[in-house]
């Protein structure tokens, strides 16, 4: 069965530093999401891309964030200068068809921002 | 803004037990509701839908009503068993008509199944 996933489950990085998070959905899903859980809260929503472009995006989604797909296949979330409040469970999704398709969710990347 | 509220866990049952964990929201216009779990170091995956009120959802022997006279998209299953512990999140989307496609969750319920 097909599934999204994500590189790498975990991400140890110093304050300030970048990261790049790396998810590849299902291939031949066209809207691509990020979202984030800080431990102990709520899964909450990042970005949506679709068409090379964003369509939708959070407040969360400042400009330390962007998102890229790169090739016909990866899907990368950019943290320009991570801070430590960035420490998050953040998984990727996909879905074939707009509002009403189901999203399918990746296993998340663990990023922990010393 | 939208906003979608759970029972707090962990729920602790016991094998071949009720299951019911609460959802309501709050919406504008005429969201879409979804039960999404989450297995140990596993993904979120979706468990059921609805997409307009008084549908019916289910999978797996889980049930959920899309109540609109309540806000509420309740979680239910007749008997529990082990391999049902995990989280639950309750999530909506805005809907078809605003053309939103981002999940709004709850915080997530823990079930623990014991033998």
């Known amino acids: 069965e097909p599934e999204v996933t994500q590189t790498p489950s975990h991400q140890v990085t110093q304050m300030g530093q970048e990261v790049i998070l790396r998810c590849v959905p299902i291939?031949?899903?066209?809207?691509f999401y990020w979202y984030r859980q800080i431990l102990g809260q709520k899964v909450e929503f990042l970005v949506s891309?679709?068409?090379?472009?964003?369509?939708?995006k959070s407040e969360i989604f400042d400009d330390q964030f962007s998102v890229e797909r790169p090739d016909g296949s990866n899907f990368t979330l950019k943290i320009r200068s991570t801070k430590l409040e960035d420490s998050a469970m953040y998984f990727c999704a996909s879905s074939a068809q707009g509002a009403l398709g189901e999203q399918f969710f990746g296993p998340g990347t663990r990023l922990t921002v010393l | 803004g939208d906003s979608v509220t759970q029972m707090e866990g962990p729920v602790t049952l016991s094998e071949e037990a009720f299951l019911t964990i609460n959802c309501t929201y709050t919406a504008t216009g005429y969201p879409s509701l979804f039960w999404y779990v989450q297995y140990p170091g596993e993904g979120l995956q979706l468990l059921l839908k609805?997409?307009?009120?008084?549908d019916k959802g289910s999978n797996k022997g889980f049930e959920a009503t899309y109540r609109k006279e309540t806000t509420s998209f309740h979680l239910e299953k007749g008997s529990v068993q082990v391999s049902d512990s995990a989280v639950y999140f309750c999530a909506l989307s805005a809907g078809m008509d605003t053309g939103r496609r981002a999940l709004t969750f709850g915080s997530g319920t823990r079930l623990q199944v014991q033998p």
């Open positions: 609805a997409t307009k009120a008084d």
């Open positions: 291939s031949n899903h066209l809207y």
């Open positions: 891309f679709y068409n090379n472009e964003i369509s939708e």
